[in-house]
């Protein structure tokens, strides 16, 4: 399975335009699905594209390395 930040990384450029948004993920492709100003909208969305269990993540205003 691949982290968020292997996500970020490869869609980065098409991420950017959901920044502070909900966004679903199709968890068979990793593509997005549907997005939302709270996870309840993008979960909605998703479900009425037919995705019955997506990954639901918030995107960040901006993208930094972060050190944990």
Do not use: C
């Amino acid at each position: 399975m691949k982290s968020y930040a292997a996500i970020v990384v490869k869609n980065r450029k098409e991420l950017e335009r959901y920044a502070e948004q909900w966004v679903a993920l199709s968890p068979k492709t990793r593509r997005i699905i549907a997005s939302g100003k709270t996870p309840k909208q993008a979960l909605l969305e998703a479900q009425k594209k037919g995705e019955l269990d997506p990954i639901l993540t918030r995107v960040p205003k901006r993208f930094h390395a972060y050190i944990v």
